[in-house]
């Protein structure tokens, strides 16, 4: 079967760096998503990973290991908005997307 | 670029009824749109794909006599719920796909339902 894990929840400290691991195991693989999802909001698109490494955009980077099903995505000098849900969700063979349980990540100051 | 809005934003019905929620994509043609349910806590769970002109295809356990999805253009999808019960209350979510290079969906807002 087709499998995402993805920590339930972490806590972080306000200004601090925090990395929010996925794992994946899938039938077939064409891309990595990060999403973000603020409490009653829908998911809004973080990062986009496909090739090995790591992609940084600002504040945020994501890094895949596509031999060990692996994919991070890293916040740096985090802020209290950045308490939030973060989605993982993986592209299979068949285009479809499979989605993580979130991890939800708590700012503290 | 990429926005896609839904309406309504939150419904409050009476059981027995049906909702219809509509989910644009304003700025771009979507080829795919797709419907989730979020359950207060849990992840997205995908109930249906659907692309402009054909049927929707179903996830598994979803019924589809119940929910209703319509995706007459490339800009608008419909899902209706039929004969709603309090068990149908959620956060329905959903997202269109045709504008990104990667194939990434842009969600809408989302429309709470709650049945009583």
């Known amino acids: 079967g087709q499998n995402i894990d993805q920590p339930t929840e972490m806590t972080a400290t306000e200004g601090a760096i925090v990395q929010i691991n996925c794992t994946y195991q899938?039938?077939?693989?064409?891309?990595l998503f990060w999403y973000q999802q603020h409490a009653g909001e829908a998911p809004t698109f973080l990062s986009y990973?496909?090739l090995d490494g790591l992609e940084e955009k600002g504040r945020f980077s994501s890094f895949l290991s596509r031999s060990k099903g692996y994919s991070y995505l890293l916040l740096k000098e985090l802020q209290m908005k950045d308490s939030a849900s973060y989605l993982c969700?993986?592209?299979?063979?068949?285009?479809?997307?499979?989605w993580g349980a979130g991890t939800k990540l708590i700012i503290k100051p | 670029g990429a926005v896609v809005s839904q309406h309504p934003s939150w419904v409050i019905c009476k059981s027995g009824t049906s909702v219809k929620i509509e989910c644009r994509s304003l700025?771009?043609?979507?080829?795919?749109m797709f419907w989730y349910r979020q359950f207060p806590k849990q992840s997205l769970m995908l109930m249906a794909t659907?692309?402009?002109?054909?049927?929707?295809?179903?996830e598994q356990g979803v019924e589809k006599d119940k929910f209703l999805i319509n995706h007459a253009s490339l800009t608008l999808s419909t899902l209706t719920v039929t004969s709603a019960h309090p068990e149908d209350s959620s956060f329905y979510i959903c997202?269109?796909?045709?504008?990104?290079?990667?194939?990434?969906?842009?969600f809408g807002p989302g429309t709470r339902l709650t049945v009583l």
């Open positions: 997202s269109a796909s045709g504008e990104g290079d990667h194939n990434e969906q842009f």
């Open positions: 990973n496909v």
């Open positions: 700025d771009f043609q979507a080829t795919t």
């Open positions: 659907s692309n402009e002109g054909s049927k929707a295809t179903y």
């Open positions: 969700a993986v592209l299979d063979s068949n285009y479809q997307l499979i």
């Open positions: 899938t039938s077939g693989f064409n891309g």
